[in-house]
């Protein structure tokens, strides 16, 4: 019997993985030192308002993945955009490229999504270089039921890691800018926006955090990370870059 019961355990220690790969620790560890909190300064103090991932970095910038409605209604030749990994050192950043456009010039100050046309992602250039990434992935690839985890900063708070798994692969949404974006049965919350979407099978950013009903829920809708159209080096071809959020010169 006992011998029975020693080469049980002996098996068991071959075939089931350690509850730290269970609970995919080092992974999360990756997807935290490549997350960052969005900040806007204003007159009126400093607001954390979006979660970003970075995907790439050199030696003077880093580039970072967020969501397109983070950035709306903002005079983007006016407004300072910082981030940071810690709530204390802050780097500035300016919008790099952009998935949403303004439907007409009078609504380039627009904060109705309902405004915009395009798809809801962004990419930030963070002013600091050589700092740790995640790398791109594939949505197509998802399964139905695949684990997800994220870590962003919801209500603006500390940077918080959750798990969770696919829930569809083209929600309905009929009119909205989010028709046919991925699904997640995942906790989110304002301030999650914008946070890398990584696939545990692929350990790679496969989509950004756009929205969840209500200020928490446990779905969330992100839009796959294909959509940013980045290219090997990580340039994002698709979307468009922030000049046409610009007020047009006044005539001479």
Known sequence: MRKSLLALIAFAAFVLPPPAEA???????????ASWAIYVRSTGGMNAVCSASAYRTDDD???LVS??????GQDLKR??????????????????RTGLRPRSQDKV????????KGNDWAVVRADVGRRPTLPIGDARKLTIGEDLLMV??????????????VGST????????WNHYYGANIFSAGGNSGS?????????IVGVVDAGPGSQSSMMIFAPIHLAGLDAGGEPRGGYVPDPFAEKPAAP
């Open 79 to 96: 407004t300072d955009f910082l981030v940071t990994q810690d709530h204390r050192t802050f780097y500035p950043a300016s919008l790099y």
């Open 61 to 63: 910038a880093t580039y």
């Open 67 to 72: 969501a397109g409605h983070c950035f709306i």
């Open 109 to 116: 100050t627009s904060s109705s999504l309902d405004d915009y």
């Open 152 to 165: 962003g900063v919801p209500f603006g708070v500390d940077f918080l890691a959750v798990q969770g798994i």
């Open 23 to 33: 609970g995919y620790e080092a992974l999360f560890q990756r997807a935290r030192a």
């Open 196 to 204: 890398g979407v990584v696939s545990v099978k692929q350990e790679a």
């Open 170 to 177: 083209d929600v309905s949404l009929s009119q909205s800018v």
